[in-house]
């Protein structure tokens, strides 16, 4: 069935540290992918997007590309700052039945200084 | 602020009780949708509405039901707890486009602990 699958965490990173958090989806066709960002006692909040295949998708430094040859949608950052310490979640929607996003299992980013 | 509202922000209780949790939505979303979030199972899809009536359903247990007012506010009402059921519950609303912009908007969500 659809699904999202992402690296598991948590990982842990030095400030100014490169990032990338992977992001495989399954799907039957092209569906739009997101990334979510959950700071710490907040809710989850859209950080980027992409509607179609090739698409790059970016906000606050950070980038995913759309690959449909790989299915996936992997999150970069090329310097990490305390503050991206989150929970990042990517998500594909799921349109039929109402329509509703899934997520993966979310990944925990923590920066260190 | 995402501009969706719930209550409680914290709530305790033992098992075998009922609790309500509350969501009120973005002004002018239609939508709400209500998501478990727990350790071992990650963000779950529990259920949707649109403008008062049922649209999809996903994970929820049948101790578990929710319904949304016609003042578009939404409650998740949650029956003969047990400890699995300790979660953070997030209610999240969306506009009618959302699916070309893939915006749910959440709220902080409802933590709740069963003892």
């Known amino acids: 069935g659809d699904s999202v699958t992402q690296m598991e965490g948590p990982v842990t990173l030095s400030e100014e540290a490169f990032l990338t958090i992977n992001c495989t989806y399954t799907a039957t066709g092209y569906p739009s992918l997101f990334w979510y960002v959950q700071y710490p006692g907040e809710g989850l909040q859209l950080l980027l997007k992409?509607?179609?295949?090739?698409d790059k998708g970016s906000n606050k430094g950070f980038e995913a590309t759309y690959r449909k040859e790989t299915t996936s949608f992997h999150l970069e950052k090329g310097s990490v700052q305390v503050s991206d310490s989150a929970v990042y979640f990517c998500?594909?929607?799921?349109?039929?039945?109402?329509?509703?996003?899934?997520f993966g299992q979310g990944t925990e980013l923590s920066v260190k200084p | 602020d995402s501009g969706v509202t719930q209550t409680p922000k914290h709530l305790i209780t033992a098992t075998g009780q009922r609790v309500t949790l509350r969501c009120s939505p973005r002004?002018?979303?239609?939508?709400v949708y209500w998501y478990q979030q727990s350790l071992d199972q990650g963000l779950q899809f529990l259920i949707q509405y649109y403008n008062g009536e049922e649209r999809a359903k996903g994970n929820i247990l049948e101790r578990f039901s929710a319904q949304q007012f016609p003042d578009l506010h939404s409650e998740l009402n949650l029956s003969s707890l047990e400890l699995g059921d300790s979660a953070l519950y997030f209610c999240a609303s969306s506009a009618p486009d959302w699916t070309s912009t893939g915006e749910l908007f959440f709220g902080e969500g409802s933590r709740l602990t069963v003892l």
């Open positions: 002004s002018g979303d239609l939508s």
């Open positions: 992409a509607t179609k295949a090739d």
């Open positions: 998500a594909r929607p799921i349109y039929n039945q109402g329509g509703k996003l899934i």
